[in-house]
């Protein structure tokens, strides 16, 4: 499975990003994917997750400002920011799961850089 995110770039306190990622490879293995995020200084930390069926988990900051969505058909996730702040700075990661024979496998993308400035 490959993953490859688009979206990062600079935008100002209180603006909007949509990250996007596409996978593509065995993607109907895929159960979940989702967005993990590395902070400057820190360890790479979970932002949201959806599996197929739409269930979906948010990390304590990214309650009420992020939105993640899937698109089963184009294999693509997304994940909408809003009310962006400079903590939000951080390299953004995708993330899929690829369950085999009820093993689980991770893959991620090479990471999008998202800076919040003025």
């Known amino acids: 499975v490959q993953l490859v995110e688009s979206g990062g770039g600079l935008v100002q306190p209180g603006g909007s990003l949509r990250l996007s990622c596409v996978a593509s490879g065995s993607t109907p293995t895929v159960n979940v994917m989702g967005w993990h995020r590395q902070i400057p200084g820190k360890q790479r930390e979970l932002v949201a997750m959806i599996n197929r069926s739409g269930r979906i988990d948010y990390a304590d900051p990214a309650k009420g400002r992020f939105t993640i969505s899937i698109d089963n058909v184009k294999n693509t996730v997304y994940l909408e920011m809003t009310g962006l702040k400079p903590e939000d700075t951080a390299v953004y990661y995708c993330?899929?799961?690829?369950?085999?024979?009820?093993?689980?496998?991770?893959?991620w993308g090479r990471g999008t850089l998202v800076t919040v400035s003025s």
């Open positions: 993330h899929a799961q690829q369950l085999l024979i009820g093993v689980s496998y991770p893959y």
